[in-house]
Nanobody, 125 residues
Framework: QVQLVESGGGLVQAGGSLSLSCGAS????????MGWYRQNPGKQRELVAS???????TYADSVKGRFTISRDNAKNTVYLLMNSLKPEDTAVYYC???????????????????WGQGTQVTVSS
Protein backbone atom coordinates (compact mmCIF):
# COMPACT_ATOMS: atom_id res chain seq x y z
CA GLN A 1 0.00 0.00 0.00
CA VAL A 2 0.91 3.67 -0.08
CA GLN A 3 1.22 5.96 2.93
CA LEU A 4 1.18 9.75 2.93
CA VAL A 5 2.75 11.71 5.79
CA GLU A 6 2.11 15.42 6.06
CA SER A 7 4.07 18.06 7.91
CA GLY A 8 3.76 21.77 8.42
CA GLY A 9 0.68 23.71 9.30
CA GLY A 10 -0.01 25.46 12.58
CA LEU A 11 -1.19 28.86 13.73
CA VAL A 12 -0.45 32.07 11.87
CA GLN A 13 -1.81 35.59 11.79
CA ALA A 14 -3.74 36.86 8.80
CA GLY A 15 -1.38 37.95 6.05
CA GLY A 16 1.24 35.45 7.10
CA SER A 17 2.62 32.39 5.35
CA LEU A 18 2.79 28.67 5.99
CA SER A 19 4.25 25.75 4.12
CA LEU A 20 2.94 22.19 3.99
CA SER A 21 4.72 19.11 2.71
CA CYS A 22 3.56 15.56 2.10
CA GLY A 23 5.74 12.57 1.38
CA ALA A 24 4.56 9.29 -0.12
CA SER A 25 6.07 5.92 0.71
CA UNK A 26 5.36 2.26 0.00
CA UNK A 27 5.64 -0.02 -3.02
CA UNK A 28 5.00 2.88 -5.34
CA UNK A 29 5.11 2.20 -9.05
CA UNK A 30 3.87 5.62 -10.10
CA UNK A 31 2.36 8.82 -8.72
CA UNK A 32 0.09 10.63 -11.13
CA UNK A 33 -1.89 13.49 -9.64
CA MET A 34 -1.05 14.89 -6.20
CA GLY A 35 -3.14 17.46 -4.43
CA TRP A 36 -4.15 19.31 -1.34
CA TYR A 37 -7.69 19.44 -0.01
CA ARG A 38 -9.17 21.13 3.03
CA GLN A 39 -12.16 20.55 5.22
CA ASN A 40 -13.96 22.28 8.07
CA PRO A 41 -16.39 20.58 10.45
CA GLY A 42 -19.75 19.98 8.84
CA LYS A 43 -18.51 20.91 5.40
CA GLN A 44 -17.41 18.92 2.39
CA ARG A 45 -13.76 18.42 1.66
CA GLU A 46 -12.73 20.79 -1.12
CA LEU A 47 -9.87 20.86 -3.56
CA VAL A 48 -7.28 23.53 -2.84
CA ALA A 49 -4.69 22.72 -5.49
CA SER A 50 -3.49 19.80 -7.56
CA UNK A 51 -0.49 19.00 -9.73
CA UNK A 52 0.07 16.34 -12.35
CA UNK A 53 3.23 14.29 -12.75
CA UNK A 54 4.15 16.65 -15.59
CA UNK A 55 3.76 19.73 -13.43
CA UNK A 56 0.41 21.08 -14.64
CA UNK A 57 -1.40 22.79 -11.79
CA THR A 58 -4.98 23.57 -10.82
CA TYR A 59 -6.10 25.94 -8.07
CA ALA A 60 -9.34 26.76 -6.36
CA ASP A 61 -10.42 30.29 -7.24
CA SER A 62 -10.22 31.27 -3.58
CA VAL A 63 -6.47 30.59 -3.39
CA LYS A 64 -5.26 31.63 -6.85
CA GLY A 65 -2.38 34.05 -6.63
CA ARG A 66 -1.77 33.24 -2.97
CA PHE A 67 -0.98 29.51 -2.86
CA THR A 68 1.62 27.61 -4.85
CA ILE A 69 1.70 23.84 -5.25
CA SER A 70 4.86 22.04 -6.33
CA ARG A 71 6.29 18.55 -6.24
CA ASP A 72 9.58 16.74 -6.20
CA ASN A 73 9.10 13.52 -8.16
CA ALA A 74 12.44 12.12 -7.03
CA LYS A 75 11.32 12.43 -3.41
CA ASN A 76 7.65 11.52 -3.99
CA THR A 77 6.78 14.73 -2.19
CA VAL A 78 4.26 17.48 -2.79
CA TYR A 79 4.39 20.95 -1.25
CA LEU A 80 1.94 23.76 -0.66
CA LEU A 81 3.22 27.26 -0.03
CA MET A 82 0.48 29.45 1.38
CA ASN A 83 0.96 33.22 1.35
CA SER A 84 -1.34 36.09 2.33
CA LEU A 85 -3.34 33.76 4.51
CA LYS A 86 -6.88 34.71 5.49
CA PRO A 87 -9.03 33.51 8.39
CA GLU A 88 -11.23 31.71 5.87
CA ASP A 89 -8.25 29.52 4.97
CA THR A 90 -8.55 27.92 8.40
CA ALA A 91 -9.19 24.20 7.97
CA VAL A 92 -7.69 20.75 8.21
CA TYR A 93 -5.56 20.25 5.11
CA TYR A 94 -5.25 16.80 3.57
CA CYS A 95 -2.76 15.51 1.04
CA UNK A 96 -3.90 13.18 -1.73
CA UNK A 97 -2.02 11.06 -4.23
CA UNK A 98 -3.15 8.72 -6.98
CA UNK A 99 -1.21 6.22 -9.01
CA UNK A 100 -0.19 2.57 -9.02
CA UNK A 101 1.56 0.45 -6.40
CA UNK A 102 2.93 -3.06 -6.47
CA UNK A 103 1.03 -5.66 -4.48
CA UNK A 104 3.55 -8.30 -3.49
CA UNK A 105 0.78 -10.59 -2.26
CA UNK A 106 -1.02 -10.46 -5.61
CA UNK A 107 2.00 -9.97 -7.81
CA UNK A 108 0.30 -7.17 -9.73
CA UNK A 109 0.17 -3.41 -9.91
CA UNK A 110 -2.98 -1.91 -8.43
CA UNK A 111 -4.35 1.59 -8.45
CA UNK A 112 -4.33 3.60 -5.24
CA UNK A 113 -6.02 6.77 -4.05
CA UNK A 114 -4.27 7.64 -0.80
CA TRP A 115 -4.89 10.34 1.81
CA GLY A 116 -2.73 11.83 4.50
CA GLN A 117 -3.81 12.11 8.12
CA GLY A 118 -4.54 15.83 7.88
CA THR A 119 -2.83 18.84 9.38
CA GLN A 120 -4.52 21.81 11.02
CA VAL A 121 -4.03 25.29 9.61
CA THR A 122 -5.43 28.10 11.72
CA VAL A 123 -5.33 31.73 10.59
CA SER A 124 -6.17 34.31 13.24
CA SER A 125 -7.60 37.71 12.38
Amino acid sequence: QVQLVESGGGLVQAGGSLSLSCGASGNIRSINDMGWYRQNPGKQRELVASITSGGATTYADSVKGRFTISRDNAKNTVYLLMNSLKPEDTAVYYCNAQGRYYSSSQGVYNRYDAWGQGTQVTVSS
